[in-house]
C-alpha cells in the first residue's frame, strides 16, 4: 500500500515538476544545449565543404562533384538551423548576409556572380580578394550558382578551372565565417556570458527578461522571415502566379530542406531550452500547442515532394505550402505573443518590417 502511495505522488507530482524550470536555466539551456551545439554542427560542415572544394579542383570527377554537391546541401542546412540567431557573433562583421544574401528579387547577386565568372576575375579566387567584394558573391548562394547553375557541368574539364578556384575561395570564406560564429559563442564575456549571466553593466542583457525577450523575438522574428521571405515570394498568392524561381536553392532542389532547417532551428532552441515551460500554471498548455505546431510544419514540408518548380503546380503540394504559411502565423501568434504575455515579455518589432 505504502509503494502504491508513493507511486501516486511521484505521478502526481511529475507535471509540477516539469513546470519547474526557471529563467535563468532556460537561457543557460538554450545557449549551452542548442546554441553552441548548433554553431558546431555550422563549423564543422563549413570545414567539410571546404575540404570538399579543395578535392574537387585537384581532382575533378563526377565523384568529387557529386562529393561536394552533398558537402554544400550539408553546409547549407546546417546554417539554415542557426540562421534565425542574429544576435551576437552571426550580426558582427556583416556575416549573416556574407554566409547567405537574400532575398535576391532583382536578381543583383546573380548578376554579379556571372559577371566574375564570364570576366574569370582572379581577385576573386583568393579569399582576402574575395572579403573585398560584394556580399552576394561571396557566400552560399553564389557557392550555388557554381555547382548547380549554367554551365555547372563545366567544372568536370579543364575549362572549368577558374570556377572551381572561384567556388573554393567561397567554400574557404565560409569555413572562415563559420569558424568565427562559433568562437564568438564561446568567447569570454561575449555573447553567451552576457545571455546566461545578465547583469546591469551589460550593453546588451541587464536582466533575464531582457536575455528572455532576445531569445522569444529571435523565434518571432525567425517565423517571420521564414514566411515572408522564403515561402510567401514563390507560392502563388491572390491573383499573383507562383514564381518558383524566386525560391532560395530552387537550382539544387534544396528549397524544403532549408525551410525544414530553419523550422529544425527554432524548434529545437524552444524544446531544447524549455522556454515555454518557464510559465505559471495558467499557461501549462502553451509547450504542448507549440510543439503541435512544429509537428504540424514538419508535415507539411514532408508533403512537398517534387521539385519546386513542379510543386506550386500541384494541387495537393501548393495547399500544402499554403498551410504551411498558416502554421508559421501560427507559431508566431503562439511564441511572439501568448508566450511572449504569459512570461511578462515584450517583444520588439521585427528588422523586416522597417521599423
Not at 537550382?251 to 529544425?264: D, H, P, Q, V, Y
Request: proline fraction near 3%; charge should be negative; include cysteine.
Amino acid at each position: 500500500m505504502r509503494l502504491v502511495l508513493i507511486v501516486l505522488m511521484l505521478f502526481c507530482a511529475g507535471p509540477a515538476l516539469a513546470q519547474a524550470i526557471t529563467p535563468a536555466q532556460v537561457l543557460a539551456a538554450a545557449v549551452n544545449q542548442v546554441i553552441r551545439p548548433s554553431v558546431a554542427a555550422f563549423k564543422n560542415r563549413a570545414n567539410g565543404l571546404e575540404s570538399a572544394m579543395g578535392g574537387l579542383c585537384a581532382a575533378p570527377s563526377d565523384r568529387a562533384l557529386g562529393i561536394a554537391r552533398q558537402q554544400f546541401g550539408l553546409t547549407a542546412q546546417a546554417y539554415g538551423r542557426i540562421e534565425f540567431l542574429r544576435i551576437g557573433p552571426l550580426m558582427e562583421d556583416n556575416r549573416a548576409d556574407r554566409l547567405l544574401f537574400w532575398p535576391d528579387r532583382r536578381g543583383i547577386g546573380l548578376k554579379q556572380v556571372q559577371a566574375i565568372l564570364a570576366e574569370e576575375d582572379a581577385s576573386a579566387t583568393e579569399v582576402m580578394g574575395l572579403r573585398e567584394k560584394s556580399v552576394a558573391v561571396q557566400g552560399l548562394g553564389a557557392l550555388e550558382f557554381v555547382l548547380f547553375g549554367t554551365d555547372a557541368e563545366g567544372l568536370l574539364g579543364a575549362g572549368g578551372a577558374f570556377r572551381c578556384r572561384y567556388g573554393q575561395a567561397i567554400a574557404a570564406n565560409i569555413s572562415s565565417i563559420a569558424d568565427q560564429v562559433a568562437m564568438g559563442w564561446y568567447r569570454y564575456d561575449g555573447v553567451a556570458s552576457h545571455l546566461t549571466r545578465p547583469v546591469p553593466e551589460n550593453a546588451d542583457y541587464r536582466s533575464e527578461t531582457e536575455a528572455l525577450e532576445a531569445l522569444v523575438g529571435l523565434l518571432s522574428h525567425g517565423l517571420e522571415g521564414l514566411r515572408d521571405t522564403r515561402i510567401n515570394p514563390f507560392i502563388a498568392q491572390g491573383d499573383a502566379a507562383s514564381n518558383p524561381k524566386q525560391a532560395l536553392f530552387w537550382r539544387s532542389g534544396l528549397t524544403m530542406a532549408m525551410i525544414a532547417a530553419n523550422i529544425e532551428g527554432m524548434e529545437a532552441l524552444v524544446a531544447g531550452s524549455g522556454l515555454a515551460r518557464a510559465v505559471g500554471a495558467e499557461h501549462g498548455g502553451l509547450d504542448n500547442s507549440i510543439a503541435f505546431e512544429f509537428r504540424n510544419a514538419h508535415r507539411a514540408i514532408g508533403l512537398v515532394t517534387l521539385p519546386v518548380e513542379q510543386a506550386v503546380a500541384d494541387e495537393k503540394q501548393a495547399l500544402a505550402l499554403d498551410y504551411l504559411v498558416i502554421v508559421t502565423q501560427s507559431l508566431q501568434g503562439l511564441i511572439g505573443e501568448q508566450l511572449s504575455g504569459a512570461l511578462g515579455l515584450s517583444v520588439g518589432f521585427s528588422s523586416l518590417d522597417g521599423d
